[in-house]
């Protein structure tokens, strides 16, 4: 089984920035992706970022050239840099992690953005 731990919501001015990290860790398990997820009240989840192994990434329009999203794979670590943020931004955070047989979940971290 495979946990992951967020961190680094919280609340910011339209324009600051935040950094979130996801961890993931458990035993006998070989991570391929991993992403960075959001959803806002009364809306669907939408994926933010998505990182491979080989370090490629994709990013929603709504958050490119704004956000970076990095990965650690020796530690198995998610990194999702926000910057220039706008009160759309606004949402519960999810880390993602998928092996080649499984998908796991973070439990969410809250960001809210103030204008």
């Known amino acids: 089984q495979v946990q992951l731990v967020e961190s680094g919501g919280g609340l910011v001015q339209a324009g600051g920035s935040l950094r979130l990290s996801c961890a993931a860790s458990?035993?006998?398990?070989?991570?391929?992706?991993m992403a960075w997820y959001r959803q806002a009240p009364g809306k669907q989840r939408e994926l933010v970022a998505i990182?491979?192994?080989?370090?490629?990434?994709n990013y929603h329009d709504s958050v490119k050239g704004r956000f970076t999203i990095s990965r650690d794979n020796a530690k198995n670590t998610v990194f999702l840099q926000m910057t220039s943020l706008k009160p759309e931004d606004t949402a519960v955070y999810y880390c993602?992690?998928?092996?080649?047989?499984?998908?796991?979940w973070g439990q969410g971290t809250q960001v809210t953005v103030s204008s």
């Open positions: 458990g035993n006998g398990f070989s991570i391929n992706t």
């Open positions: 993602n992690a998928n092996s080649r047989y499984a998908t796991y």
């Open positions: 990182i491979f192994v080989s370090g490629g990434a």
